[in-house]
C-alpha cells in the first residue's frame, strides 16, 4: 500500500498502483479543496487521491496510479479553466462525465482574529475573483495560491494573525480555522462543472441525455468558422459551450493581405454539443465538419450533470 505525505507531483509520481477495491481518483489541491469534493460526488465512496498541479493528475491516470481524474474546466462567474482546455489536448484521456458543484465560499481566519484584523487574503485566483466585491469592500489585499484548501492550511500552519483565507466550510474543519464569513461568493448561483477523465472512453447511449466535447482547427478564410457551427445548426443539435485557444507551436502568419501588413493567429475550437456519439446526427454532424476542418478529435461523449446542486 502506498502513503502520500504530500500532494502527488509530475516529478515525484510512484510507479505502481496500489492494490485495493476503492476507485483512486486524482485531484489538483490538498484535502479540503472543491475538486476534492467534486471527485466524492463524481465517484462517491472513492480513494480521492491529491495532486500539485493539473498535469501531476493526467499523468497519474496516463501511468495508471489512479483509475480516474476529476479537473474544473468552467465557472459560472469566473469562466473557463484554460489550462484544462489545453492540457486535453496534450493528453490521451477522455471525458467519461461531468460533475457541477455548487461552490459556497467562506472567509477564514485563526481563532481569536477579527475580520478588522485582516490585511490580506489567500487563495487560488478563481475563488479570489469570485469573490472580488466582497474582497473589495473589505479592502483586504490578494495572493495566489496553487488551490482554495492551500491557503487555509498555511494560514493555520503559520498561525497568521494578519492574513485569511477564502476556502470551503471542509477547509476549515479540516485546518481548524474559525469561519468568519460565509458565502462571500459575489453571486450565490456559483457552480464549477469539473470533468471526468478515463484511459478508456464510455461507449455513448442514447437511454438518457448525453453530450459530447470536441476540439477542431480551421482553414482561416471568410465564413470558416459560421459553416463549422452551421453543420450543428443544419441538424438542431444544441451547442452548450465554445472555447477558442492559440494553437500553440504555430508560428504567426502574415496575411495574405500585404497592403494591411496584419497578421493572424492560429486556433482551436473546444465545443459541447448536446447529443451522443451513438445518434446518427451527430455522426452526421462530424462527418460534415470533417470535410473542412484540418484537425478533429472527439474528447468524449458523456452523460449530462443533471443534478440538483
Ligand atoms: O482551489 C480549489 O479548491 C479548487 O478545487 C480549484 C477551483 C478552480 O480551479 O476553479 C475549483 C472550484 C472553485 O471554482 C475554485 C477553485
Redesign the pocket.
Known amino acids: 500500500m502506498l502513503c502520500y505525505s504530500g500532494p502527488l507531483s509530475s516529478t515525484q509520481l510512484p510507479n505502481s498502483v496500489s492494490a485495493g477495491s476503492r476507485l483512486r481518483v486524482a ?3 490538498v484535502r479540503g ?4 469534493a ?1 471527485a466524492e460526488k463524481a465517484y462517491p465512496n472513492c480513494e480521492a487521491v491529491p495532486c500539485d498541479q493539473f498535469d501531476a493528475a493526467f499523468e497519474a491516470v496516463e501511468k495508471w496510479i489512479v483509475d480516474r481524474a476529476v479537473l ?1 474546466i468552467e ?1 459560472s462567474l ?1 469562466g473557463s ?1 484554460h489550462r484544462n482546455y489545453d492540457l486535453l489536448l496534450r493528453h490521451s484521456l477522455h471525458i467519461v462525465g461531468e460533475v457541477k ?1 455548487a ?1 459556497r465560499h467562506c472567509l477564514l481566519a485563526n481563532h481569536g482574529v477579527r475580520v478588522e484584523d485582516l490585511q490580506r487574503v489567500l ?2 485566483p ?2 479570489l475573483a ?1 469573490c472580488e466585491n466582497t474582497l473589495t469592500k473589505l479592502g483586504l489585499s490578494r495572493e495566489a495560491t496553487d ?3 492551500l491557503a487555509a492550511k498555511y494560514v493555520a500552519f503559520n498561525k497568521l494573525k494578519d492574513t485569511g483565507a477564502v ?2 466550510s471542509s477547509a476549515a474543519k479540516i485546518y481548524g480555522l474559525n469561519i468568519l464569513a460565509e458565502d462571500v461568493q459575489d453571486d450565490c448561483d456559483n457552480v ?1 462543472r469539473f470533468l471526468m477523465l478515463a484511459r478508456e472512453p464510455i461507449i455513448p447511449g442514447v437511454e438518457k441525455p448525453f453530450k459530447t466535447s470536441i476540439v477542431f482547427s480551421l482553414e482561416e478564410g471568410p465564413g470558416v468558422l459560421f459553416k463549422a457551427l452551421a453543420v450543428f445548426a443544419l441538424r438542431q443539435i444544441n451547442l452548450t459551450k465554445i472555447e477558442s485557444r492559440p494553437l500553440r507551436n504555430q508560428p504567426l502568419r502574415a496575411s495574405d493581405d500585404s497592403n494591411n501588413g496584419s497578421k493572424y493567429f492560429d486556433y482551436l475550437f473546444y465545443v459541447d454539443f448536446e447529443a451522443s456519439m451513438a445518434e446518427e446526427r451527430a455522426q452526421n454532424a462530424l462527418r460534415h465538419l470533417k470535410e473542412f476542418a484540418t484537425f478533429l478529435r472527439v474528447l468524449g461523449s458523456y452523460p449530462v450533470d443533471t443534478t440538483m446542486l
Open positions: 485531484y489538483q489541491g479543496a472543491y475538486s476534492e467534486a474544473p465557472n469566473g479553466i458543484l461552490v487563495s487560488h478563481q475563488a469570485q488551490d482554495t484548501a476556502a470551503s464549477t
